[in-house]
C-alpha cells in the first residue's frame, strides 16, 4: 500500500493529509481567524501562523490516519502557485522530513490538485472530464484527459469568481471572506429583484471586472436615494450578485461541454462550495444529459487531501522532486 502525506499552506489554511492508495485517511485544517479585521489576507500574518500551526496540524494528520512517519511512502507539498511566505513553510517542512526519512518527495501544483480533488469520491468522473475551477485566485476551465494531463481551455483575463464574490461582499459590508456570506443571504433573496452586467467576452475565457463596476455603481445610486438601501435588500442583493456570477461561470462551462463534446462534467475550488452554483450545476446535468460531479465540501476549499491525492498520481507516474526545489507564487503548467 502507498502511503503518501501531503502538506498544503499556499494561502491561510495550515492543512496536512495522509492517503493510502488514493483513500484519504486524514485531513486536518487549520483556519487563520486573524485575517477577518482586515478585510483580506495580509500574507505575514499568514506566514507566522502556518508556522505557529504546522507542527500541531502534522500530528493530527498522522494520529487521525492512525499512521507512523516510518509507514509513509512519500512526502508532498503545495509547491505553487499561493503566497510565497505562506508556501515555503509547507515546502521547508515537506523537504526536511522527506530528507529525514530519506523518502522521495513530490511537488503538486495547487490548481492541478483543485481539479483532482474530484478522484477522492468511491464515484469517480471517467475521463476525459471538463473541470470548472473556481477559486480566490482563479477561474478556469480544464479539460481533464488522464490524471496529470490537464489542459487549460479558458481562464479570467481579470478578477478571479472567488474575487467577484469577496469584493461585492465588501461593498455590501460583508466581512471576508465574503463568498460564503453571499451564498447565506442568497438563500433568502429574489435572484431576480436587481440585473447586474454580464461580459461578452469570447471563446471560454472569463471576465468578472464589469460586475463589480456594475454592482458598484448600482449601490452608489441607491444609496444616494436611500441610506439604508443595502441593510434592506440585503439578501435581494446577495441573491442577486450570485445569480450573475453563477451564470457567467455555467454559460461558459455549457459552451466548453457542447464544442468537447464531454459530458463528465466536474466543479471545484473553493466557490464550488457555493450552494447555488451546486444546484445549478445539478440542473444543467439533468437538462443537458451530463454526468456532474462536485468534491465533498471539504475537498472544495483548500485542503492537503487534494495534494495528497494528485501527490499519489505523481508517485505512481514516478514524478518525484529533487531537494533543491523552490515554491514559487506564480505557475503555469
Ligand atoms: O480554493 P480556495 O479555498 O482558496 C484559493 O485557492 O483561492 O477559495 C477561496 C474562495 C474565496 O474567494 C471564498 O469567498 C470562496 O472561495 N468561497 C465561496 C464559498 N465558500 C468559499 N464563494 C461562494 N460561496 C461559498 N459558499
Ligand atoms: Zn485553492
Known amino acids: 500500500m502507498v502511503h503518501i502525506f501531503a ?4 494561502c491561510d489554511e495550515t492543512s496536512a493529509s495522509v492517503c493510502a492508495d488514493g483513500k484519504i485517511l486524514s485531513n486536518v485544517i487549520a483556519n487563520q481567524t486573524v485575517h477577518e ?3 483580506g489576507v495580509v500574507p505575514e500574518l499568514a506566514s507566522r ?12 494528520a498522522l494520529q487521525t ?9 512519500a512526502i508532498a507539498f503545495t509547491q505553487s502557485p499561493g503566497l510565497i511566505g505562506s508556501l515555503l513553510v509547507g515546502a521547508q517542512f515537506a523537504k526536511s522530513l522527506a530528507l529525514s526519512l530519506d523518502k522521495p518527495l513530490i511537488a503538486v501544483h495547487h490548481m492541478q490538485a483543485h481539479v483532482l480533488a474530484n478522484l477522492i469520491a468511491e464515484q469517480k468522473p471517467g475521463f476525459p472530464f471538463l473541470c470548472l475551477t ?11 484527459h488522464s490524471p496529470l494531463q490537464l489542459e487549460i481551455i479558458g481562464e479570467t483575463i481579470d478578477d478571479a469568481a472567488g474575487e467577484a464574490f469577496d469584493k461585492t461582499a465588501k461593498m455590501l459590508g460583508l466581512p471576508y471572506p465574503g463568498g460564503p456570506l453571499i451564498d447565506k443571504h442568497a438563500h433568502q433573496g429574489n435572484a431576480k429583484a436587481f440585473k447586474f452586467a454580464e461580459p461578452q467576452i469570447p471563446g471560454f475565457n472569463f471576465s468578472f471586472s464589469g460586475l463589480k463596476t456594475s454592482v458598484l455603481y448600482f449601490l ?3 444609496v444616494k436615494k436611500d441610506a439604508d438601501f443595502i441593510q434592506n ?13 453563477i451564470n457567467i461561470l455555467m454559460k ?22 457555493n450552494s447555488g452554483l451546486r444546484n445549478v450545476l445539478k440542473e444543467y446535468g439533468e437538462k443537458h444529459n451530463w454526468q456532474t460531479f462536485i468534491p465533498a465540501f471539504e475537498y472544495c476549499t483548500d485542503n492537503a487531501a487534494m495534494i495528497a491525492i494528485t501527490a499519489y498520481y505523481k508517485y505512481l507516474a514516478k514524478d518525484f522532486a529533487d531537494l533543491s526545489v523552490s515554491p514559487t507564487a506564480r505557475a503555469t503548467w
Do not use: F, R, W
Request: hydrophobic letters at 40%.
Open 7 to 10: 502538506i498544503e499552506s499556499s
Open 37 to 39: 479585521q482586515y478585510g
Open 49 to 60: 501562523a502556518h508556522m505557529q500551526n504546522i507542527v500541531p496540524v502534522v500530528d493530527a
Open 65 to 73: 490516519a492512525n499512521c507512523q512517519l516510518s509507514t509513509l511512502d
Open 134 to 144: 473556481v477559486s480566490g485566485g482563479h477561474t478556469q476551465i480544464v479539460v481533464a
Open 220 to 222: 452608489q445610486n441607491e
Open 233 to 245: 435588500n440585503m439578501n435581494d442583493l446577495c441573491a442577486s450578485v450570485q445569480y450573475t456570477i
Open 252 to 273: 461558459k462551462l455549457l459552451n466548453a461541454s457542447k464544442q468537447t463534446g464531454i459530458k463528465n462534467v466536474c466543479i471545484a475550488g473553493g466557490v464550488s462550495a
